[in-house]
């Protein structure tokens, strides 16, 4: 079992920063794929970032691209998404999440609680 909790949420003004962790425990993250996803009320939750293990590759939902980075220190056994340029359309409930071996988009096996972003114009 992986237990995932997120911080660094809060609010911010159009084209401010924030930085998102992603605190791990149970088990070490070296062996695990981790991504971020966000979620609005009413609304299906959304894919945000992904690094898979060893941090071979990256990826970005297109709404990020350039403007979020999502990195990973398995030493810490934290996940980080930092975000920047951040506008309205960016405020969101956002999670952390872990599978084991590869994964990019969907299929993860464990979840945080979720931390509040909100951006205000």
């Known amino acids: 079992q992986v237990q995932l909790v997120e911080s660094g949420g809060g609010s911010v003004q159009t084209g401010g920063s924030l930085r998102l962790s992603c605190a791990a425990s149970?088990?070490?993250?070296?062996?695990?794929?981790m991504a971020w996803f966000r979620q609005i009320p009413g609304k299906a939750r959304e894919f945000v970032s992904a690094?898979?293990?060893?941090?071979?590759?990256?990826y970005y939902s297109d709404s990020v691209k350039g403007r979020f980075a999502i990195s990973r220190d398995d030493a810490k056994n934290t996940v980080f998404l930092q975000m920047n340029s951040l506008k309205p359309e960016d405020t969101a409930v956002y999670f952390c999440?872990?599978?084991?071996?590869?994964?990019?988009?969907?299929?993860?096996?464990?979840w945080g609680q979720g931390t509040q972003v909100t951006v205000s114009s």
């Open positions: 999440a872990a599978a084991l071996g590869y994964r990019v988009y969907e299929s993860y096996d464990y």
């Open positions: 149970g088990r070490s993250i070296d062996g695990y794929s």
């Open positions: 690094i898979t293990l060893n941090s071979d590759k990256t």
